[in-house]
């Protein structure tokens, strides 16, 4: 019988996202016969960062997989009153040591093949593979973020760059997929693997959630559970809502989420808690951090809405399709790939509250046609984004890597 094959995933943090759902997906439907997994974490712990943006550390305690803490201090701060030179320096140094001990880290543990993750994980991954003469994988949608920045930015020429080092690019969706390989100097093999998602599942009663959060009895909810960050379109989803509230007087706006990991995000939930008070909602708009799991949240929602203004396959759009809840989105991104316009969606171009608070009245006046598009996003989701469907393509991607010359992985078609 051949032996298992060493896989190490390699992360910059953990706290509650869409990349660590994505591990924890693929980890909970590993083959744990064909392959032993680890996960390296560059950060360390850090509760006043958990009480921020959520923890996720117990759930992969949880699955029996080794997390291996390299205790770096998180994002490599440095203290707040340095100057920026000091600050900037102190990222350098934490970066190269996240490196040097994830390489040292790779050949002790003799690992086949590394799979890095998140925005830093992707190119500490490209770069310790190499010092360790192994073979890599990552797997990412941050490109649109990094695009976005532009080319002033050095991460912008940093993941340009590195990512030619690995031996195969994975992403969630086609259309960011291909646009990635244009982009990069020196594109490596791409694969196309969409996200699989459990539904998930409640851990209390929906009417005890409910009171928490301040949410009436029979009260409809349009919710949007995603990280509190600007281009995530709360801000537009606000806008609309101030024309959806007024006309339909049993709606309910649920902004459901922890603000992203940097002071961008704190400012964005700042603005936003400013935005609903001077917009007079506060009794009819929440926003709020999970009161729990996420499996807690979902049954309050009876329509998804999800405005993004830049994103590849959101984990949100997944869980609620495997759900049954009707999503009004927009078309960025890969989304057009998985929500089907007036199928199991409502699709509509970004950056309008005009149209997206037409979408939301119409599901609220036309209940039936919610249902139906509900009841066809989960017979989607149960045909090819399910967890196992997910790992069993990553782990064929990962044999075929370890098995392939290097630079010899076969661009899929």
Known sequence: MPRRLRIATIVPFLHIGGDENRL???????????????VICGCGASPEMDALWGPIRHRFAALDVPLIDLGLPYGFQSPPDASPAVRQLAKIRGFRRFVQ??????????????????????????????????????????????????????????????????????????????AMRRWMLFAPPGRCIPNGIAPPRATRPAQEVAAELGIPDGARVIGQ????????????????????????????????????????????????????????????VRLAPYPGPIGDVWPLVDIHAHPTLLDSSPIALLEGMSLGKPAVTTRVGGIHELVRDGETGIVLPPGDAGPLADA????????????????????RHRTGYTPQVMARRIEDLFEEVHGAPRGRVAQAA
């Not at 693929?26 to 032993?36: G, I, N, Q, T, V």
């Not at 992707?122 to 695009?147: C, E, I, M």
């Not at 939301?360 to 509900?374: D, I, K, Q």
């Open 225 to 284: 559970i995603a990280r509190i960050q600007p281009y995530k379109g709360q801000e537009l989803l606000l806008a609309a809502a101030a024309r959806v509230l007024a006309e339909v007087p049993d709606a309910f706006v649920l902004l459901c989420g922890y603000p992203s990991y940097n002071q961008e995000g704190l400012d964005h939930r700042d603005r936003l808690v400013r935005a609903i008070a001077a917009a007079g909602l506060g009794k009819r």
């Open 24 to 38: 924890l997906a693929y980890l909970a439907a590993r083959d744990a016969d064909r392959f032993d997994h680890l």
């Open 101 to 178: 001990q994830a390489a040292r880290l790779l050949r002790e543990r003799a690992i086949d093949v590394v799979d890095g993750r998140g925005d830093t994980g992707t190119v500490v991954a490209a770069l310790a593979a190499r010092l360790a003469g192994t073979r890599a994988v990552v797997s990412t949608n941050y490109f649109p973020q990094v695009k976005h920045a532009g080319p002033r930015s050095p991460a912008w020429h940093l993941f340009r760059g590195v990512y030619g080092l690995v031996d195969a690019v994975v992403c969630d969706s086609q259309t960011c997929l291909d």
């Open 360 to 379: 939301l009245l119409r599901l609220l006046h036309r209940p039936e046609e919610a249902v139906r598009l509900g009841r066809n996003a989960r017979a």
